[in-house]
């Protein structure tokens, strides 16, 4: 109870049952006293409930008490409120009485916990003491920002306390004066790798899950000295990861912080795509951090009716984002976010450094650099053609997120012609049909393509180049579509695009290029839209059935597995799909004996099954269904209610014209009218424009009529916009209806200029206001509740409150969440169950409209094949190499090579056509050793650093990083689909980086780099099952079969 005038306030430690790592419930002979112990995967809900609430309830029995949320159990202890972050995760509670215990037993046999009987005991060792806390704060100050942070993270992470932190002051402080930051740093992030694997999958005893193998006579005397010692031996053999690149347009190893109610994680650096800002400051990158606010569990914040969240979020998020955050030392402060990362509760945050660049003519300049001066180097926000931008804080941020929009690298090219092209309006000048896109020259869209692929980021080598681009520049935004009559290098821009004034630059940042078509998938709430249309449920049935047909047909050749893999997009980093090609033409089958590969397809068609049954996402083959970024027919030859798409199909050598009706939709899809019939005009006539530019991969909407077919579909525009087309008579429904008119949302202002206090008060906001996912939701139930469905007057009102909140991140105004219509009844279709729940525990029914049918035939098998996997992959941990010396490698590399199996033969023999296979250079082999022991140590940080398990200690399969999947079951799928996103994108670099590195330099003769990729396979082989061989021989022989491509095209 805390006091506090007539009233107290009852404090809560508020514990998930998943939450629970280990509990006790005993009697304590050092205290004297009954005793209950929790051991917590991650932090409890700090809570507070007035009595004067309690008594209301009592005597208003419609009124619920609202409870209050807190960072810590008792916020105006000094001390507590410290120490808590670091110690949250072990409670013990002392009783009144033996009674208690027995109480408490039946509420956790109830919850299905187990209870131990063991007294936990006290052992009183000053972890957290005053003197502790500053003999450790003195010494972070005088390390090096990246390593204090390193340090600290280890701390936030749970793996060290404050004590055993400060135990490794000497050896770090020797690493730093002999080997330098770099270098320590990596070693820290590889020692918190090996730390985590410690107690991996509920190991009891240091060392038993571990490579790393420590001595019982010192495992328990001073485990973690000896574990950094032994880190610190197996990685002085490793390479030293490269310092980043200084290619202002390269991935950045990128610092994350995220913020949960009681604590800060640190992790990374993670390597991010680059941004505007990034690459002014490239000099400074790790001056910047990406700040994420989630809850305890790490998922999302979730509306809880009976805890007031706005007023804890408004306390928390915006008191970090108000007064930035103290991190080791270093004080940063929120500088602004992108408008996808806004969605993920995300933005950046930066602390002041000294910038120091040079000018064309050479000469050297300096300045200070803080947040307020790199928003204000951003360009201009007062204009005369958005008068209300400045006063309206999320308009305001959105332009600036315009600068932090990921691009994969700021082309230098220099525009010899920039024009301005008025808009194509309709006759009224209400709507827009150039709304978000310009124009660029042939001869210019092919230089940045060019400078893309020299730059190694894309593409085929055909001689094809993207007919549009999606771009930033200067203050404008959108899309860029090649116009033949454009001379020279040149683009022309429209007033729609400009967004803010920013006229000193002239480069062209590429946010996307679209050199090819995107698959088609379809969705629930498309489904539900389409069977409220006409389109029958055998239709969707017959689709998936083929999409399961062909996931658990994978597994009979490699053809079809790779197949699946490039249908899917999964294996992409590891580029498995040309890789089982080129072993399919090699004449193998099924790698059945092969244990991996067996892994990887389970894993595979998990995630296949899992979207099919979670998220009804069945792909729609053919050649009539893609999904194509949506231009202008700027010469205007289409007429109102006519598109045009030219599509180049992966398996056809000619371009595919879509012709006849055709069904347009794009995502979201929530209005009966989002979805339109209008007619592909198939081949052009010859000579006409769209004869002589057929703007390929793209869809060209007509810039004629009363109002653009974009603005019909959910109030899309041509800024970027993916837009789902199909010939498929089956999914053409049998009737259309009107669209909604998607007026803009109104703007929510302040009385004066807007500050970035303001932004950071709008960022906290949203965080607690943000309703579209559960409008969407509520769409869904409440079109299945209804026999009126789609058309139920309660769907039409959440189509105009969904429209709004798609328009949130930029108006500033939310959708209050008692606007939201209610559900017909409590009970919800069984699809909405989640992962993690049973839909027959009955609060479900079954539902009869085509996403419930489609979702009850599928089966998801693999939660028992990761457990499995899990134990594999632990047995690989244990196995890791232990040589110390090349010259060990080498004599096993000749004296004892390993047997090959059948790829290893098949291999041998087509290598054997170019090179030597028994040829080979020991410093080659030396090199790729280093190498294979370097791309380990990263993937295990990989592997530690994105699992959806609570445990501190968990950790991803390699089977399913190198599949780009998790398997686990997440109550909130947006989580892992974000978690999966960084997964590749980090895999995809690491991949890339150690593919370059076994390919040799620009001037390596290809046949030495077939040797090496050679050698890395042989390698491989030899490390048999250790932890990260078997993903080192799949880059091993991508990197073959691309090394003999290459020699075969140099001899053409």
């Not at 950094?228 to 990861?241: I, L, N, T």
């Not at 002041?352 to 300049?365: L, S, T």
């Not at 808009?423 to 092919?446: Q, R, W």
């Not at 730059?455 to 404008?476: C, H, I, K, L, M």
């Amino acid at each position: 109870m805390v006091q506090g005038g007539l009233f107290t306030d009852t404090r809560i430690i508020a514990i998930r049952v998943n939450a629970v790592y280990y509990v006790s419930a005993s009697f304590d002979d050092t205290s004297q006293k009954p005793v209950i112990f929790f051991s917590l995967t991650h932090p409890p809900a700090f809570e507070s409930e007035s009595t004067l609430s309690a008594l209301t309830s009592i005597l208003s029995p419609t009124y619920k008490p609202i409870r209050h949320r807190w960072s810590s159990f008792v916020d105006n202890d000094d001390e507590h409120v410290l120490i808590v972050p670091y110690t949250c995760l072990a409670i013990r509670l002392e009783c009144e009485s033996i009674e208690d215990l027995h109480v408490f037993r039946e509420f956790v046999d109830a919850a299905h916990l187990r209870v131990e009987d063991d007294a936990y005991p006290i052992v009183r060792r000053d972890l957290f003491s005053s003197a502790t806390r500053a003999e450790y704060h003195l010494w972070i100050m005088t390390l090096p920002w990246t390593m204090a942070f390193q340090i600290e993270a280890l701390l936030r992470s749970w793996l060290l306390n404050m004590v055993e932190a400060v135990s490794l002051r000497g050896m770090v402080d020797r690493l730093v004066k002999t080997q330098g930051a770099a270098y320590t740093v990596a070693l820290l992030r590889d020692f918190a790798s090996h730390a985590k694997t410690l107690y991996w999958y509920g190991g009891t005893q240091p060392g038993a899950e571990s490579n790393i193998q420590i001595q019982p006579e010192v495992a328990w005397s001073d485990p973690v000295t000896h574990l950094f010692s032994q880190v610190e031996e197996a990685f002085v053999f490793k390479p030293v990861e490269p310092s980043a690149s200084m290619d202002p347009s390269a991935p950045f190893q990128c610092l994350h912080v995220t913020i949960t109610p009681t604590t800060m994680i640190l992790e990374g650096p993670f390597p991010e795509r680059s941004n505007r800002v990034m690459r002014t400051y490239y000099r400074n990158q790790d001056c910047f951090i990406r700040v994420s606010f989630q809850d305890e569990n790490r998922l999302q914040f979730r509306f809880d009716r009976d805890v007031d969240g706005r007023s804890f979020i408004n306390r928390r998020v915006r008191g970090v984002l108000r007064d930035g955050i103290l991190i080791a030392g270093s004080h940063f402060r929120f500088l602004a976010y992108s408008q996808s990362a806004l969605k993920e509760h995300a933005v950046w945050f930066v602390k002041p450094f000294r910038h120091h660049w040079q000018d064309e003519q050479g000469h050297e300049h300096f300045a200070d650099v803080d947040a307020t001066t790199i928003i204000q180097s951003l360009g201009n926000f007062h204009v005369s053609f958005d008068p209300e931008l400045i006063r309206c804080p999320a308009r305001y941020a959105a332009r600036i997120s315009q600068a932090f929009t990921a691009t994969d690298a700021s082309i230098s090219v220099s525009v010899e012609q920039l024009k301005r092209k008025a808009d194509i309006k309709d006759s009224t000048g209400t709507y827009c049909f150039t709304d978000g896109v310009g124009t660029i020259s042939p001869e210019l869209a092919k230089d940045i393509w060019r400078a893309l692929r020299e730059r190694g980021r894309r593409g085929r080598r055909d001689g094809t180049y993207p007919r549009a681009y999606q771009v930033r520049f200067q203050g404008s935004k959108g899309m860029l579509s090649v116009d033949y009559t454009l001379l020279g290098r040149s683009i022309a821009i429209r007033p729609s695009m400009i967004k803010f004034e920013a006229p000193q630059s002239l480069e062209i940042e590429v946010a996307r290029a679209f050199d090819k078509p995107g698959p088609y998938f379809l969705n629930r709430p498309l489904i539900m839209l389409l069977e409220g249309l006409g389109v029958s449920y055998e239709t969707f049935k017959h689709l998936q059935d083929d999409a399961v047909h062909n996931a658990q047909d994978s597994v009979t050749s490699l053809e079809r597995s790779a197949r699946l893999l490039e249908a899917h997009g999964l294996g992409m980093a590891f580029r498995l799909t040309p890789t089982m090609f080129g072993l399919h033409k090699l004449g193998l089958g099924p790698l059945d004996e092969d244990m991996f590969w067996r892994r990887m397809m389970d894993f595979a068609i998990n995630h296949v099954l899992r979207e099919l049954k979670h998220h009804a996402r069945i792909p729609v083959p053919g050649r009539e269904s893609w999904t194509l970024v949506g231009v202008a027919d700027v010469h205007q030859q289409l007429r109102e209610g006519e598109v045009f798409a030219c599509v180049d199909s992966p398996n056809e050598s000619r371009p595919i014209y879509l012709e006849g009706p055709i069904l347009v939709s794009r995502s979201p899809t929530i209005h009966p009218g989002d979805v339109q019939v209008v007619h592909a005009i198939g081949r052009p006539a010859a000579g006409t424009p769209l004869a002589k530019e057929t703007l390929r991969n793209t869809v060209v909407f007509s810039t004629k009529g009363e109002r653009p077919l974009p603005s019909c579909l959910g109030g899309g525009d041509l800024d970027g916009d993916l837009y789902n087309v199909t010939t498929r008579r089956d999914l053409l429904p049998p009737r259309t209806y009107k669209p909604a008119s998607y007026d803009p949302a109104r703007k929510k202002l302040v009385d004066h200029e807007c500050t970035m206090n303001d932004v950071a008060d709008f960022v906290a906001e949203f965080i607690s206001s943000d309703t579209l996912g559960m409008i969407a939701t509520t769409w869904l139930i409440i079109a299945d509740q209804s026999p009126d469905g789609i058309f139920d007057a309660d769907c039409t009102k959440l189509a105009a409150l969904h429209s709004d909140a798609v328009d949130y991140p930029k108006s500033g105004q939310p959708v209050p969440v008692n606007e939201i219509p209610r559900l017909k009844f409590d009970m919800k279709p069984d699809w909405n169950a989640p992962e993690t729940v049973n839909a027959n525990n009955g609060n479900y029914y079954k539902s009869q409209k085509a996403i419930g049918k489609l979702s009850r035939l599928i089966e998801l098998p693999a939660v028992q094949i990761v457990q499995r996997a899990g134990k594999s992959h632990r047995r690989c941990m244990q196995k890791e190499n232990q040589r110390e010396q090349c010259k060990d490698l080498l004599g096993q590399f000749y004296d004892e090579p390993p047997a090959l199996d059948e790829v290893g033969v098949a291999i041998q023999q087509r290598i054997a056509e170019f090179i030597d296979p028994d040829e080979y250079n020991d410093d080659f082999i030396c090199h790729i050793w280093d190498l294979y022991n370097s791309y380990t140590s990263q993937l295990r940080a990989i592997c530690a650093d994105h699992t959806l398990e609570h445990k501190r200690t968990a950790m991803l399969t390699e089977e399913e990083v190198v599949i780009g999947t998790i398997v686990a079951k997440c109550s909130q799928p947006r989580k892992r689909k974000d978690l999966m996103s960084h997964m590749r994108e980090q895999t995809t670099t690491l991949v890339s980086s150690v593919k370059d590195e076994m390919a040799g330099g620009d001037t390596f003769p290809f046949e030495w780099s077939l040797q090496r990729a050679w050698i890395a396979y042989r390698l491989a082989i030899m490390e048999d099952d250790a932890f990260g061989a078997r993903s080192f021989a799949w880059i091993a022989l991508g990197s073959i079969f691309d090394a003999i491509k290459d020699i075969e095209d140099e001899d053409r």
